[in-house]
């Protein structure tokens, strides 16, 4: 199962990323399409919003230094 969730999680990333820099790139080349463009690059935030939610438990679990402040 977790390594279903990281797998995914590393998917919707990538698909997240080249969304979001696929958007940007459209704008600077026709920026008539914008909204469009701003729309995808949207899209491309909330897959990565997507994905750091899904390594969220297994990051919290893994070992670490504790903090004292």
């Known amino acids: 199962m977790a390594a279903r969730k990281r797998k995914t999680s ?4 990538i698909l ?3 969304l979001l820099f696929a958007g ?5 080349i026709s920026p008539s ?5 701003i729309v ?4 491309g935030i909330v897959l990565l ?3 750091f939610l899904l390594v969220r438990g297994p990051i919290a679990a893994l070992p670490g230094k504790t903090r004292d402040n």
């Open 10 to 13: 590393i998917v919707a990333g």
């Open 16 to 18: 997240g990323l080249v």
């Open 24 to 28: 940007s790139i459209g704008v600077l």
């Open 33 to 37: 399409i914008a909204l469009v463009m």
């Open 40 to 43: 995808v690059m949207g899209t």
């Open 49 to 51: 919003l997507v994905a």
